[in-house]
């Protein structure tokens, strides 16, 4: 097994406490009940992203109808160069209709090569998916998708 540089070790635990103090925030959230509003989802992520984000930037794909809500895909981009200077350190996704509003968090670094990330949502009704995505000049982006759901995904 060969040695691991300083550099490499130290942005393994930097990347590891940033995702467990995101993981930490969404289940802090998560805990104080069931029953999420689009404003939940607003102090959510608020709470994750510290400032007023501004629309653009941020494209989310998902289908227009989703004909089970089991597993809806959804993918986040973010247009960024991904460069030292100038790139995404976070990306938030939340859906506003889900009991647990907070999907998901993801940090990422000029490693990561661009600012794009898929994952699949169950979503039990029709609800929109807000994403919010951290710059590392602390501006912060978001966008917005509404997604029709026909048959419930948590248990309809």
């Known amino acids: 097994m060969e040695p691991t540089s300083p550099v490499i070790a130290r942005r393994r635990v930097l990347v590891g406490v940033a995702g467990a103090g995101a993981v930490g925030l969404l289940t802090q959230f998560a805990a ?6 689009p404003e ?8 994750l992203a510290k400032g007023e984000p501004k629309e653009g930037r941020i494209a989310i794909r998902a289908p227009e109808i989703a004909e089970n809500g089991n597993a809806v895909p959804v993918t986040v981009a973010v247009e960024s160069p991904m460069t030292d200077k100038d790139h995404v350190t976070a990306i938030h996704v939340v859906a506003d209709g889900n009991p647990n509003p907070g999907v998901a968090s993801f940090t990422l670094t000029p490693l990561s090569g661009k600012a794009e990330v898929q994952i699949r949502v169950r979503m039990a009704s029709t609800q929109k998916i807000v994403a919010v995505a951290q710059m ?12 029709k759901v026909t048959i419930g995904g948590c248990g309809g």
Request: aromatic share 4%; net charge positive; glycine share 12%.
């Open 136 to 147: 590392s000049d602390g501006s912060l982006w978001t966008a917005t998708r509404e997604v």
């Open 40 to 47: 939940a989802a607003k102090a959510l992520l608020q709470t």
């Open 32 to 37: 104080r009940g069931a029953g999420a509003t």
